[in-house]
């Protein structure tokens, strides 16, 4: 039988979860890492995909797998163990954030991380040239570090031992347009949109959020309702911080507070720009706008290019830009014939970034 080894000198935190993962796996008859793989890939509506190193790296690595992982993995072996899924699901979502708590306990005082939205690696706040590799390397104009990466030492460590963890599954909503701001959210894993209907009623996405950044911030400082919806593109975590703490951490960070005026700042240039640039007419030339925006704020350079970190559906895509959902295949199609991109299952690479730039521009591929 296949044998996957278990870390050796694993933490107390994590060793209750990487033994319900061995149990569980154990039970089901000990399927190999590419048959684990392969079913997940299979199963459309897990919130992950994962190749098969993934897999045994979340049974043999001495560290906290990603809760998309943990939720594909058990979605996958559990009924092959027997057991009922939901059930398994609710054990191992309080086993992943018993230890996610814990671990963050351990490194607030000193080393407090957050993931770089570029990456699928922890950051120390206190290690700058790490935190910034990414956001460096994207140099477009919307490339900037988060609030969280900005932030000195002493106040990211602080703010990270505010509120409580939450975990948002795709689709869910972290805070609703019209509701009063009862708390501000610090998004410390995976990506939101921010949305909000149209004059007909259609979903449009304004914006996307990315790890670092602060959400309900501006209604909670002024009292006023919320006026977009926030919702997770994919499985989020983020540290729900009472509107009395986030007050209270302010007044008593005065650094923090300039961030958030920065912050606010930005995207208020960002809103004025989308209002007053010059409409493009062409399909694929508003498409290649769109797609280089995102590169700016989440690409991660591959071999291939930049691919975006965000995984979109098409009709994600399309109330992004704005557009219909069958004008964006088509934009794209042309896109990828003139290999400027590559795009498979919410997954988009940007293969040739200057050539996206000049279509932008002019119009034509």
């Not at 509506?45 to 897999?55: G, K, M, N, Q």
């Not at 990603?66 to 058990?74: G, S, Y």
């Not at 990211?156 to 795709?170: F, M, T």
């Not at 991660?300 to 009709?315: E, H, Y």
Request: charged share 25%; proline share 5%.
């Amino acid at each position: 039988m296949p044998t996957f080894y278990r870390p050796a000198g694993l933490p107390l935190h994590l060793r209750a979860l990487n033994d319900a993962l061995h149990a569980l796996r154990e039970r089901a008859g000990l399927p190999s890492a590419r048959d684990i793989s392969a079913a997940i890939l299979h199963d459309a509506s897990l919130p992950a995909t994962a190749s098969h190193e993934r897999v045994r790296s979340a049974f043999s690595k001495p560290s906290l797998p990603r809760w998309d992982l943990i939720h594909a993995l058990v979605s996958v072996i559990g009924p092959q163990a027997g057991r009922k899924t939901e059930e398994e699901l609710e054990r191992f979502r309080a086993l992943w954030l018993s230890a996610l708590s814990e671990s963050k306990g351990e490194s607030s005082l000193s080393t407090p991380t957050i993931l770089d939205p570029a990456s699928d690696q922890q950051l120390t706040t206190g290690d700058a040239r790490l935190a910034s590799k990414q956001a460096k390397e994207r140099t477009g104009p919307f490339s900037k570090l988060s609030v969280l990466q900005r932030l000195g030492e002493p106040a990211s460590a602080r703010l990270l031992q505010l509120g409580s963890p939450e975990i948002y599954e795709n689709g869910k909503a972290l805070m609703r347009a019209g509701n009063t701001s009862e708390f501000v959210a610090l998004l410390l894993r995976g990506y939101v949109k921010v949305a909000s209907p149209d004059r007909m009623g259609a979903t449009v996405i304004l914006d996307f959020g990315i790890p670092g950044n602060f959400f309900g911030e501006n209604a909670a400082i002024t009292g006023e309702i919320l006026r977009t919806d926030i919702v997770a593109v994919e499985e989020v975590y983020v540290r729900r911080i009472t509107t009395a703490e986030f007050s209270q951490f302010l007044g008593d960070h005065p650094s923090a507070m300039r961030e958030v005026l920065v912050s606010t700042n930005r995207q208020l240039a960002h809103s004025q720009l989308q209002r007053t640039q010059s409409w493009k007419p062409q399909a694929v030339a508003r498409v290649a706008t769109r797609l280089d925006y995102l590169v700016d704020i989440c690409g991660i350079r591959t071999p291939t290019g930049w691919r975006i970190g965000i995984p979109l559906s098409q009709d994600e895509l399309a109330q992004f830009i704005p557009m219909g959902r069958t004008m964006v295949l088509q934009a794209l199609d042309k896109l990828r014939k003139a290999r400027v991109v590559a795009n498979s299952r919410r997954m988009i690479t940007v293969i040739d970034r200057e050539a996206l730039r000049a279509i932008s521009e002019q119009g034509v591929t």
